[in-house]
């Protein structure tokens, strides 16, 4: 034993070592000490193998998991050795080729050892008589999924699921199984189950808003439960008529420069504002298309701005700016200087600029009719197509002759209804027109087939033009469907329709065409602008002398 040279730093031991500040047992630990690291395993102070940086406990995992494994002379874990013994017993089955255990007894795997349920055999099928497997009710499957029946089956499985079910399900059921197919009508029951059955509001005004998609379309079924429930009076209507209007003015404004956008945003929420109090006030408010073809013209002017003036400021926009814009669209120009007057106004009372360009600035147009009309030759090759071609549809010839001989618009023939038609005196109703309209043969004939086309489809829509969108409500047909109805002869309803209106003009007296069309009588005035008439001139100058 060493002499005793000075007692330890860390435990008071006596130290043998003249090199040393700590005693045999702390120099031994301190140099374990500094060997061991933490384990990025096991998060413990441990010393680390050089081949895999952990420490001896974590360095034995399993070959196929990467599970630890406890024993160092195993190489998979209890898992995966169960499983690599199960593999070891499993042979191939001679009938579905799949490793299984096979059975002494059939010499196959359990899953094919095992008796099949037998199909029950094919029988006469008592709607279409063919020999098939049976589906349900004594039908095959083609005609159990065709089968009327179906929506009022499952309804009755919905009414017995239920504990209170609404007192409205059964006649909801007979609704949509009148207007829609056997599928879709079983699919709008499940979906009202499921609506039922989630624990929240069943009245019809909350069962209606949970039945809405979020995006653009509201989906089927919710427009089946709006047609429903406003139809037996339980709720009322649904504002995606606005929220559409909503989205297409806020993609119009954010299609804005960013310089530019603020005020866009605020003359639009200006502008609604004013449309909410004259609808309040019951006077006549600015439509949504109004709305939205103002901001189009706004956004047309931003772009403009910055891409051809580089201008990225309200402040800075002079005359010549908003005169260049201008000459862009020639034919534009009194509707666009419109809404840039109203812009500017607003932009200055919002103190955004001092000074309006469009202040001094004027659109001067003659009054007069400037549209084109048809040419006698093809007047007639329209009536011809209309009333002689059979591969015509029926909405365009029935479009095309009540605007040729009868003068009638998209809107009126848009909204027009069985209602307004009076089979006895062979009249109709036209909008906002007095008087019923009496139908001369050729349009009466073509109004028969268009009625004709309709009843082919099992609708309840009181329209007379029904598209297959709109067959399952009321809803008139769309107005873009009735502005391309007519392309296939070449020529637009608004064209066909100022020239019926441009020939009665001028060879009957103005208000008496307006009385009879229920318009304004200073808007038929338009329709004379430049014309003479010869016979009365003559009889003037006859005068004279």
């Given at each position: ?45 441990r010393v680390l193998q050089q081949d895999t940086g952990r420490c001896i406990i974590c360095s ?309 009719f400037r549209g084109q009309t048809l040419a006698l030759d093809q007047q007639r090759e329209l ?163």
């Open positions: 034993m060493g002499k005793k040279q000075r007692d330890c730093v860390t435990c008071g031991d006596p130290v043998e070592y003249l090199d040393r500040q700590h005693c045999c047992r702390c120099w031994r630990r301190l140099n374990e000490q500094a060997a061991k690291a933490t384990c990025p395993g096991c998060d413990r102070d034995r995992v399993c070959e196929e998991c990467g599970s630890p494994v406890r024993s160092s002379q195993n190489r998979l874990c209890r898992n995966c050795r169960r499983k690599a013994d199960q593999r070891a017993a499993q042979q191939t089955c001679s009938r579905c080729r799949r490793p299984g255990y096979l059975r002494e007894t059939t010499g196959w795997c359990g899953h094919c050892s095992r008796p099949r349920q037998q199909k029950q055999p094919p029988r006469t099928c008592r709607e279409c008589g063919q020999l098939r497997r049976h589906a349900g009710l004594g039908l095959c499957s083609a005609c159990w999924q065709k089968h009327p029946g179906r929506p009022f089956i499952r309804g009755e499985h919905l009414r017995d699921r239920l504990a209170d079910p609404p007192s409205w399900l059964g006649d909801f059921v007979a609704h949509v199984a009148a207007r829609h197919c056997t599928a879709r009508a079983c699919g709008f029951v499940t979906d009202l189950g499921r609506l039922l059955q989630d624990g929240h509001s069943a009245s019809p005004q909350a069962l209606l808003e949970r039945s809405r998609r979020p995006g653009r379309s509201m989906g089927s079924f919710a427009r089946a439960l709006e047609d429903f429930f406003t139809l037996h009076h339980l709720a009322l209507p649904t504002d995606q008529a606005e929220r559409l209007a909503a989205g297409r003015r806020q993609r119009r404004i954010e299609a804005v420069p960013e310089p530019l956008r603020q005020a866009v945003a605020a003359f639009n929420t200006s502008r609604m504002r004013a449309q909410d109090r004259a609808r309040r006030a019951g006077t006549r408010p600015r439509s949504n298309h109004t709305l939205e073809t103002a901001l189009a013209t706004l956004r047309d002017l931003a772009l403009f701005l910055v891409d051809d003036r580089d201008k990225n400021d309200w402040a800075l926009v002079d005359v010549h700016d908003v005169e260049a814009f201008l000459a862009v669209l020639p034919k534009g120009r009194k509707r666009r200087l419109t809404v840039l007057r109203q812009f500017f106004r607003f932009a200055r009372s919002q103190k955004m600029l001092l000074v309006d360009p469009t202040r001094q600035l004027i659109a001067k147009e003659p009054n007069g009536f011809r197509r209309w009333t002689t071609n059979e591969h015509v549809h029926p909405h365009e010839a029935m479009l095309g002759m009540l605007a040729l001989l009868h003068g009638a618009s998209s809107s009126e023939v848009r909204m027009l209804q069985v209602n307004d038609i009076d089979q006895q005196a062979q009249t109709v109703r036209l909008g906002k027109r007095p008087h019923p309209v009496p139908l001369d043969p050729a349009s009466w004939t073509v109004l028969q087939k268009c009625l004709a086309h309709r009843e082919a489809w099992p609708t309840s829509n009181p329209h007379v033009v029904v598209t297959k969108g709109t067959k399952a409500g009321r809803s008139p047909a769309s107005t873009a469907h009735l502005s391309h109805v007519l392309d296939d002869c070449g020529f637009p309803p608004r064209m066909i329709r100022s020239t019926r209106l441009l020939d009665l003009v001028n060879t009957m007296d103005p208000k008496l065409v307006a009385a009879a069309f229920g318009m304004d009588p200073q808007a038929t005035l338009i329709y004379l602008s430049d014309r003479i008439d010869e016979t009365r001139l003559s009889q003037w100058e006859t005068d004279r002398t």
